[in-house]
């Protein structure tokens, strides 16, 4: 064949052969460019079957235009032998480059996001290749990697042959037929089924195993065992055999590896995203490791990913085209159709930050929090909100088991990388229980427009979990207006220093919102911040200075006037309402919540919040069922899980109180150090437990602001007779409620020692005190066993006949 001329190929030289052909390297004299030829086998060129299959097949084949796959040129015939006519690629097969131990990390991931891809294509446009392996795939001296073979030769030596050695085996397409090489086959395929894509994502599976380990995953002695491994056993880790290897690749081999083809990656794309991030979550890895080590480190790290291999000895001319494409047994086959799963409820987790700068771990963070607030905004969706998911920042976790810590269907994820005042987002949607990837996109986009990027990203994941937005949510997500880039980027530091909840980070933040008002006088959620922020300040770390709620109250109506729906600065204006200086005006603060949870449901403080007006004025149905959508949408809200328990021994409820509030931690929350745990003690008899309790705490809090704890005492020693003692506690429970910003709750316990003590008129002076201090609860006032002696008090009755007809209107707020 050398120097003979084939249509108007010359042929050059011959570069190999087998039983599925002979491959020459040819000059195309019309385009003088060389090319690959592949004949037939002789014996294959008789059969009219296999010349028509190779007519259909190769045109298919020639539609695949991706840089990653080796472009078909013609089909044709000479001599009675069928030819096909292809890219000429120079390099090594995949398989060399593994066999000689020359791959390193890095470069084998750039490798398998290039193949997956060129898969992908294949997939989209209806073909499987069903012959995935190493030979298969060639790399050019500059790293690039061409997809060869789409197609599988016909087997020349006798039908359902199989050999030890790994070889390719071909027969007709179809249920009952035998395709591929064996290592890489999907288990459907050596049991002779028909196959669908993700036939290939198994034998991608396998190709992946062996880059980074330097083996295949079900290596046996012979065929037969391979095929008895590939349907029984799993691979090994891919740690036994390598180094350097990121965690996050042994799930997607995993994955890929799957006997089931349910429990596989439905798509390639699918594949592809993961490596894709994978890439560059270990290429961000590498930088900022390379920058705190020597040249020697370095030179370590790009060593051989393998810790052990076998020495092979290569013949010393180029390896071009070995298995190359014979592409009649190509087939159209599409990707199977999946129903789409039902999702009601996700969490978004901490975005990948791609900068290798930590100092932007801010900005990754705010990303998160954006996308988290515009999907929020759906009241069809529940949204776990950013305090439960930050605690999975960096984690290594598979995704379903994420999602059932956090009781959700399905997860976004991505990653972000800044370029001054652009940047690049990447976000995917995937159902946790089959870790299925229902969509991804990636943003590039300007910081003015983040908000428009907010509401895109909310409209695009509610349209692929098939939500009706109603009419009031379409025009929020519709609507967004441009942000300085400076002001936003004040805006997401601040919010990075609010979420601390310590008293030099409160400070922090408040003086970046500061900065991003001056610097967009416009950016109403940057009002709403700041009013949030100042609230903080204003209850935790210094209730004396009132320049704080005052800061806060004209920072939240300025938030308003800009933006009437925002939900945040109607969670602000409720707490400011709800204060001591304001005598807990429980309508104002129902009404404010009421407004910021009908804007955004998953809003976990709003819920938590109005659950607590909730249980003062003795709605206690529906505290609870506030504090459990709180903490649905925030399994981490500590507090909203602390007032179920206090909600229960409102309700009487001891045994259901103690289990719930002792499920929590002191050390979780420090405002879960309450009365309440030695209260519900108290109720079941268990007093000496309940004395050892408050001892406890007294010695922790010495100061028992507002006389909570000692008031307690109070009631133990009047329950025990020791009238003596209950009038001492009384007394220092007075004197340390004096200046305290409220006393209700102690007010109310000195009733009920009052009570017990049969001093009516003190007890009920101490109840109506209570009640118009802000603890107008009906419900407990009328069920407390410590009232009891009161029952037959008309004054007592009369109380709460007034307290009765309050709680009816409270009912009636909307």
């Known amino acids: 064949m050398v120097k003979q001329t084939v249509s108007h190929y010359r042929i050059i030289k011959r570069l190999g052969a087998g039983g599925m052909g002979e491959v020459y ?48 040129h013609e089909v044709g015939e000479d001599g009675g032998r069928s030819f096909i006519v292809m890219q000429y690629v120079e390099g090594e097969t995949l398989d060399c480059k593994i066999k000689t131990n020359t791959i390193h990390v890095s470069e084998a991931l750039t490798i398998a996001v290039q193949i997956a891809d060129a898969i992908s294509e294949s997939h989209t446009r209806g073909i499987i290749h069903r012959d995935i392996k190493p030979q298969n795939i060639m790399i050019t001296a500059r790293g690039q990697a061409k997809v060869m073979d789409f197609g599988l030769a016909k087997e020349v030596r006798g039908p359902r042959q199989l050999k030890s050695e790994a070889e390719t085996v071909s027969l007709l397409t179809g249920p009952g037929m035998l395709l591929g090489t064996v290592p890489y086959m999907s288990p459907e395929q050596v049991r002779g089924e028909g196959v669908d894509a993700r036939s290939d994502i198994f034998s991608f599976g396998a190709l ?52 089931d083809p349910e429990r596989r990656y439905q798509t390639m794309r699918d594949l592809v995203i993961d490596l894709e991030n994978l890439r560059g979550g270990y290429g961000a890895a590498r930088s900022s490791d390379s920058r705190g080590g020597s040249a020697a480190d370095e030179g370590s790290r790009q060593r051989s990913i393998f810790t052990s291999r076998r020495a092979l000895v290569l013949s010393g ?6 298995s190359v494409a014979l592409v009649y047994a190509l087939r159209f086959r599409g990707v199977p159709a999946t129903r789409q799963p039902e999702i009601r409820s996700l969490a978004v987790l901490p975005m990948a930050n791609l900068s290798g700068d930590p100092g932007q771990d801010y900005f990754a963070d705010g990303m998160t929090e954006t996308l988290i607030a515009g999907l929020a905004k759906v009241q069809a969706l529940r949204v776990i909100s950013r305090t439960s998911v930050m605690q999975y920042k960096g984690a290594r976790k598979p995704l379903p088991d994420i999602a059932r810590e956090l009781n959700v269907d399905a997860i976004v994820e991505g990653s972000v990388q800044r370029f001054g005042e652009r940047v690049k987002i990447t976000v995917q949607l995937i159902y946790a229980p089959t870790d299925q990837h229902l969509w991804s996109e990636t943003y590039d986009r300007d910081l003015r427009d983040i908000l428009t990027f907010q509401n895109e990203v909310a409209r695009a994941v509610t349209q692929e979990v098939q939500i009706k937005l ?19 980027d004040y805006f997401l530091r601040g919010r990075f220093h609010l979420s601390r909840q310590t008293k030099a980070d409160n400070e922090t933040a408040i003086e970046m919102f500061d900065r991003a008002v001056a ?25 004396d200075e009132k320049r ?46 009421r407004r910021a949870l009908a804007l955004n449901p998953n809003l ?67 405002a879960l150090v309450g009365y309440q745990t030695p209260m519900a003690l108290l109720h079941l008899g268990r007093r000496e437990e309940a004395a050892a309790m408050l001892e406890e705490l007294l010695k922790d809090y010495p100061e028992d602001n507002g006389g909570l704890f000692t008031s307690v005492q109070a009631l133990m020693a009047a329950l025990a007779g020791e009238k003596d003692t209950a009038e001492g506690k009384i007394r220092s429970a007075i004197e340390k409620g004096k200046g305290f910003g409220h006393f209700h709750h102690t007010a109310y316990n000195l009733a009920c020692a009052y009570s017990l003590m049969n001093k009516p008129e003190q007890a009920i002076k101490w109840l109506q005190a209570a009640a118009d201090d802000g603890f107008p609860c009906y419900p407990l006032f009328e069920t407390d066993p410590y009232l009891n002696p009161l029952r037959q008090d008309s004054r007592f009755a009369t109380l709460l006949m007034r307290l009765k007809e309050q709680g009816k209107h409270y009912r009636t707020i909307s």
């Open 317 to 322: 001319f180029a390896v071009v085209l070995v």
């Open 470 to 488: 109603t009419p009031q949510e379409q025009m929020r997500l519709a609507s967004a207006r441009p942000i300085n880039p400076e002001a936003y």
């Open 519 to 543: 610097a967009d006088p416009n950016f109403a959620a940057a009002y709403a911040e700041l009013a949030q922020a100042c609230v903080w300040r204003f209850f935790l770390f210094t209730p």
């Open 604 to 670: 976990d403080e709003a819920q938590n919040y109005l659950a607590l007006v909730y249980n003062h004025i003795g709605a206690f149905d529906e505290a609870l069922q506030n504090l459990q959508k709180a903490v649905a949408i925030n399994p981490s809200n500590t507090l909203a899980q602390f007032r179920i328990g206090e909600t229960l021994l409102f309700q009487g409820k001891y045994e259901q109180a103690l289990t719930a509030l002792r499920s929590i931690p002191r050390e979780a929350n420090p």
């Open 25 to 72: 390297l040819a000059e195309d004299t019309i385009l003088d460019r060389k090319v690959a030829i592949k004949f037939l086998p002789s014996e294959s060129s008789s059969d009219v079957n296999a010349d028509r299959r190779l007519l259909r097949e190769a045109k298919a084949a020639a539609t695949l235009d991706h840089p990653n796959i080796c472009a078909i």
């Open 548 to 593: 704080w709620e005052e800061k806060a109250f004209v920072a939240v109506e300025k938030a308003l006037s800009l933006d009437p729906d925002l939900p945040e600065a109607y969670l602000a204006r409720g707490r400011l309402f709800w204060t001591p200086f304001n005598h807990f005006p429980h309508e104002k603060a129902i009404k404010e919540y």
């Open 208 to 259: 992946l195993y062996e880059m980074f380990s330097g083996r295949t995953p079900f290596a046996a002695e012979s065929a037969a065992g391979t095929i008895s491994a590939i349907l029984t056993r799993e691979p090994p880790p891919l740690a036994r055999y390598a180094t350097d290897v990121p965690t996050e690749l042994e799930r997607i081999v995993r994955k890929c590896l799957e006997k």
